[in-house]
């Protein structure tokens, strides 16, 4: 439980099928993310912890890589 205190308040707690469904992608593309380090996120136990910034500044550059790839 002391490890649980030492989590910025900035972080969310979700699994890749919760963050996957709240940033309506799919828990693949969440993984993907991950493994290339795209992803900032803490692990304690089973729980997920990701930073809230780089969670929107990820999708941010991911849709507007998708735009310049379609102009």
């Known amino acids: 439980m002391a490890q649980l205190k030492n989590i910025p308040a900035n972080r969310i707690i979700a699994g890749s099928k919760e ?27 089973s729980e997920y912890f990701y930073d809230s910034e780089n969670i929107f500044d990820t999708t941010r550059n991911y849709r507007d890589s998708k735009r310049k790839q379609n102009a």
């Open 19 to 45: 963050l996957a469904k709240i940033l309506s992608k799919t828990e693949q593309t969440i993984n993907r993310w991950k493994n290339q380090g795209r992803l900032n996120y803490l692990q304690v136990g």
